[in-house]
């Protein structure tokens, strides 16, 4: 069964630091290109970062650019999200993303999310 499984999210005051993390299972983790996504009440999800199945390559919405970085750890079916400088902006419910192209297909698969609140 395949799934997704986020956590880390929780309140944090502005300018503070969280790290989430997404674990893996039944997927082969390292053919997956891993992303977060984001989405803030009464907004669209909205993509906040994003890597490569090998890692080699990440691109980062605009608005998280110098305070986000994704990371992944193959070993341990795990990618993660630093998350610095947060401001109120950034609370949103977080989510984890799976994707894989096969034969022209996309297969996509989501986690639960994991919400996040920024606020003095």
């Known amino acids: 069964q395949r799934q997704l499984v986020e956590s880390g999210g929780g309140l944090v005051q502005p300018g503070g630091s969280l790290r989430l993390s997404c674990a893996a299972s039944?997927?082969?983790?390292?053919?997956?290109?891993m992303s977060w996504f984001r989405q803030a009440p009464g907004k669209e999800r909205e993509l906040v970062a994003a890597s490569t199945a090998g890692g080699d390559s990440t691109n980062y919405a605009d608005s998280v650019k110098g305070r986000f970085t994704i990371s992944r750890d193959n070993a341990k079916n795990t990618v993660y999200l630093q998350m610095n400088s947060l401001n109120p902006e950034d609370t949103a419910v977080y989510f984890c993303?799976?994707?894989?192209?096969?034969?022209?297909?996309?297969?996509?698969?989501w986690g639960q999310g994991t919400q996040v609140t920024v606020s003095s």
């Open positions: 039944g997927i082969t983790f390292t053919n997956y290109a």
């Open positions: 993303n799976a994707r894989i192209r096969r034969l022209g297909t996309w297969y996509v698969y």
